[in-house]
């Protein structure tokens, strides 16, 4: 059995790097590119708001990898997608808000940090909600951490498809806009404010858009 599971993890690996490459990276470009681009970088990077977001994921990949080894069945079959989606979406209009009420303080220094660092907490969040949201993919990873029987053989199942989908967009979103996004933000530095009232509002409403169904990532 242990030697089927090491053999299987390059294939799982490589389910991961093309499926973060392609549906999870257009899901992420209007979520965290979006909040990478309105987030006013003073103490945190692109590359550090990115890692926050992908650790979400591969907590919460790696999870459902567990749990379905532990229980001997794949968990997304109990995963209701209405559900996952209203989760996912609550937690895009919470960071949204918290994008938004950010520029309202930015006069006071104790609530700009708490601010941040409630916008900071709230990435891992969002990843974590994208994570939970059933998709093939995934399913195909839990059930084959289902026929392990063992929740640590699911665990490195779920952990190695989770390493492979977040790889891309640490790399393309997290040190390719870093970058892109400091000079985007020192060109309209005197913008600040609006630009975050209007990446707030952009994840507000992709976040209402998950919540009622219209789209789904």
């Not at 808000?97 to 660092?117: A, E, F, I, Q």
């Not at 891309?168 to 020192?186: D, E, H």
Request: net charge positive.
């Amino acid at each position: 059995m242990f030697e089927t599971i090491l053999a299987s993890t390059p294939a799982i690996l490589l389910l991961g790097l093309s499926f973060g490459a392609s549906a999870c990276m257009l899901a992420c470009i209007p979520t965290l590119g979006v909040a990478l681009l309105s987030h006013n970088h003073e103490n945190t990077s692109s590359k550090a708001l990115a890692a926050r977001f992908n650790a979400g994921r591969f907590f919460g990949y790696s999870l459902l990898g567990l749990i379905s080894g532990s229980i001997g069945a794949s968990i997304t079959q109990g995963l209701n997608p209405d559900h996952a989606a209203w989760i996912f979406g609550a937690l895009l209009i919470f960071s949204g808000l918290l994008l938004w009420k950010r520029t309202t303080s930015m006069g006071c220094t104790k609530k700009t940090s708490s601010h941040g660092s409630l916008f900071k907490g709230s990435m891992f969040s969002m990843g974590l909600g994208m994570s939970l949201t059933p998709c093939l993919p995934l399913a195909s990873v839990c059930a084959a951490a289902a026929s392990t029987g063992s929740p640590w053989f699911g665990l490195l199942l779920g952990a190695t498809f989770a390493l492979g989908a977040i790889i891309p967009a640490q790399l393309l979103l997290g040190y390719g806009l870093n970058s892109a996004s400091i000079q985007f933000r020192q060109q309209l530095s005197l913008r600040a404010p609006q630009l975050s009232r209007l990446g707030g509002g952009l994840l507000i409403l992709t976040g209402l858009s998950v919540f009622i169904g219209f789209i789904q990532l």
